[in-house]
T-cell receptor, first 112, second 114 residues
Framework: GDSVTQMEGPVTLSEEAFLTINCTYT??????LFWYVQYPGEGLQLLLK?????DKGSNKGFEATYRKETTSFHLEKGSVQVSDSAVYFC???????????FGTGTSLTVIP | DSGVTQTPKHLITATGQRVTLRCSPR?????VYWYQQSLDQGLQFLIQ???????AKGNILERFSAQQFPDLHSELNLSSLELGDSALYFC?????????????FGPGTRLTVL
C-alpha cells in the first residue's frame, strides 16, 4: 500500500550546520509530496510541496526535490538556525481515493 | 495563526463516554480533514469532507463519526471511548480538497481518556 518512510530522529545539529532529513515513499498513481513542520504546542504548517516528478519545493531556505526514480523527497537546508528546531513530517497524498499519509516525524534540535 | 479553530483545547473524560470535537475551517476553505496524532501510531488521516459531503475515509474507527455542516464547520464524534483513544486530534482545511492542496492545520484538541 501507499506509505511514507522518513529518517528516525532525534537529530541534533549546531547552528549553521547542513541539514538532511531523508524521506522515501511508496505510492500508486501520481502522488503529491509535502514537508510539514510542527513547532512545540502548535499544529502542523506547510513548509514546502511538490506535485509532480522533478519539481523542487523551497521555502525559508529549505528545499526538497520530488525524485520518481528513487521515490524520494529528502529535505535539505544549507545552514540551520536555532529557530528551525521543530518536528518535521514528510507527507504524501494520492489522487486515487484522496488518501493522506504522514511519516513518523523527525525531531530537530539546533544548538547555538 | 492558520485561521483554523478547534474547540475545546483540552478534554478529559472517562472510558465508555462520548465526546464531540469542533472545527471551523479557514474562511473560503470548502474541505475539512480530521487527523489523530498519538505516540504509537503517529499522525493518521481519519476522514475528509468537502462542502458538506464525505470525500475520503482513512483509518477511522466505526465508533467515530464526523459531519460537515452547511456553514462548513465540522464535528468529530467519538463514542464508547477507550484508553487508546487518548491522543491529539487535528482538524485541517483546504480550498478545494484536492490531493495537491495545502492543508492548514488547527492547534488541535488534546483528548485524555481515563
Amino acid at each position: 500500500g501507499d506509505s511514507v518512510t522518513q529518517m528516525e530522529g532525534p537529530v541534533t545539529l549546531s547552528e549553521e550546520a547542513f541539514l538532511t532529513i531523508n524521506c522515501t515513499y511508496t505510492a500508486t498513481g501520481y502522488p503529491s509530496l509535502f514537508w510539514y513542520v510542527q513547532y512545540p504546542g502548535e499544529g502542523l504548517q506547510l513548509l514546502l510541496k511538490a506535485t509532480k516528478a522533478d519539481d523542487k519545493g523551497s521555502n525559508k531556505g529549505f528545499e526538497a526535490t520530488y525524485r520518481k526514480e528513487t521515490t524520494s523527497f529528502h529535505l535539505e537546508k544549507g545552514s540551520v538556525q536555532v529557530s528551525d528546531s521543530a518536528v518535521y513530517f514528510c507527507a504524501l497524498s494520492v489522487n486515487t481515493g484522496n488518501q493522506f499519509y504522514f511519516g513518523t516525524g523527525t525531531s530537530l534540535t539546533v544548538i547555538p | 495563526d492558520s485561521g483554523v479553530t478547534q474547540t475545546p483545547k483540552h478534554l478529559i473524560t472517562a472510558t465508555g463516554q462520548r465526546v464531540t470535537l469542533r472545527c471551523s475551517p479557514r474562511s473560503g476553505d470548502l474541505s475539512v480533514y480530521w487527523y489523530q496524532q498519538s505516540l504509537d501510531q503517529g499522525l493518521q488521516f481519519l476522514i475528509q469532507y468537502y462542502n458538506g459531503e464525505e470525500r475520503a475515509k482513512g483509518n477511522i474507527l466505526e465508533r467515530f463519526s464526523a459531519q460537515q455542516f452547511p456553514d462548513l464547520h465540522s464535528e468529530l464524534n467519538l463514542s464508547s471511548l477507550e484508553l487508546g483513544d487518548s491522543a491529539l486530534y487535528f482538524c485541517a482545511s483546504s480550498v478545494e480538497g484536492l490531493n495537491t492542496d495545502t492543508q492548514y492545520f488547527g492547534p488541535g484538541t488534546r483528548l485524555t481518556v481515563l
